[in-house]
């Protein structure tokens, strides 16, 4: 099973930045179509932003215009540069590998993004 590692997380004030990242094992990268996922206390975890391996995107409507996922397949590493965060925006960030035909979906472990004053 491909291996996913995030890093990035951290506490922030309102207004601030942060970019995650997430790098995964292995050689097929740029063939998986990935995402973030974020689980805040006591709720169920939810979908954050796409980014296909042809590169298309997709965002919550809660992070548009805020939040940037793209990928650099030379490094297998997935980002998101998070802008103007709001203290909502506080969870667990997750990165996902999604399951199609050709691959099991996989989840790194998470890291935490705290935002407040």
């Known amino acids: 099973q491909v291996q996913l590692l995030e890093s990035g997380g951290g506490l922030v004030q309102p207004g601030g930045s942060l970019r995650l990242s997430c790098t995964a094992s292995g050689s097929d990268f740029s063939r998986y179509n990935m995402g973030w996922y974020r689980q805040a206390p006591g709720k169920q975890r939810e979908l954050v932003a796409h980014?296909?391996?042809?590169?298309?995107?997709y965002y919550t409507h809660s992070v548009l215009g805020r939040f940037t996922i793209s990928r650099d397949n030379a490094k297998n590493t997935m980002y998101l540069q998070m802008t103007m965060l709001e203290p909502e925006d506080t969870a667990v960030y997750y990165c996902?590998?999604?399951?199609?035909?050709?691959?099991?979906?996989?989840w790194g472990q998470g890291t935490q993004v705290t935002v407040t004053s």
């Open positions: 980014i296909m391996s042809n590169l298309d995107t």
């Open positions: 996902k590998i999604e399951p199609t035909r050709f691959n099991q979906e996989s």
